[in-house]
T-cell receptor
């Protein structure tokens, strides 16, 4: 069974640009969550999608958005990039969005904003 | 989701058991206890989770205190590949509003 796939693995963008990251969950999983990891703040929850609906959103500005498609694949978008958006962006998929379910993480997309 | 408290770091020797503690004194009755680990340059990896009873799987064991205010992740025979940051996380049975809330975790160092 293929794991969670995130593309691209690395990205370099300029301040003010926008970026789209992609996540393909494990086959059959309907819940996808996104996290941002930085050395200073650690792992922080961005948002969670289940069956194409955003269920939860973390404390991030509106520049961060996402969506989920009917095949459960998900994308997240960051507009008007800032230097502080440089981070490892991780996607996790799970069968459901309940607490009795394990999450499987991808390798992440390393975004550098210059 | 309720908060957890873990030691910043622990050190152990290869091929010895490791007991990683976690305190969660404000846990609610519907909170599951999850453990994840993150190896260098990789995404987090699920280790184990439980509600009330002790749990075992191929990676580790989870011992949950009777009052559920603390738990211990047990690696029965540590290898160098177990060196990672281990996170203890509480997740409400309904999923909660904040996804998986990662704290700073315990940095486990394995000495050969």
């Amino acid at each position: 069974k293929a794991g969670v796939t995130q593309t691209p693995r690395y990205l370099i963008k300029t301040r003010g640009q926008q970026v789209t990251l992609s996540c393909s969950p494990i086959s059959g999983h309907r819940s996808v969550s996104w996290y941002q990891q930085t050395p200073g703040q650690g792992l922080q929850f961005l948002f969670e999608y289940f069956s194409e609906t955003q269920r939860n959103k973390g404390n991030f500005p509106g520049r961060f958005s996402g969506r989920q498609f009917s095949n459960s694949r998900s994308e997240m978008n960051v507009s008007t990039l800032e230097l502080g958006d440089s981070a490892l962006y991780l996607c996790a998929s799970s069968w459901t969005n309940g607490g009795n379910t394990e999450a499987f993480f991808g390798q992440g997309t390393r975004l550098t904003v210059v | 989701d309720a908060k957890t408290t873990q030691p910043n770091s622990m050190e152990s020797n290869e091929e010895e058991p490791v007991h990683l503690p976690c305190n969660h004194s404000t846990i609610s009755g519907t909170d599951y206890i999850h453990w994840y680990r993150q190896l260098p340059s990789q995404g987090p990896e699920y280790v184990i989770h439980g509600l009330t009873s002790n749990v075992n799987n191929r990676m580790a064991s989870l011992a949950i205190a009777e009052d559920r205010k603390s738990s211990t992740l047990i690696l029965h025979r540590a290898t160098l590949r177990d060196a990672a940051v281990y996170y203890c996380i509480l997740r409400d049975s309904g999923g909660g509003a904040d996804g998986l809330t990662f704290g700073k975790g315990t940095h486990l160092i394995i000495q050969p």
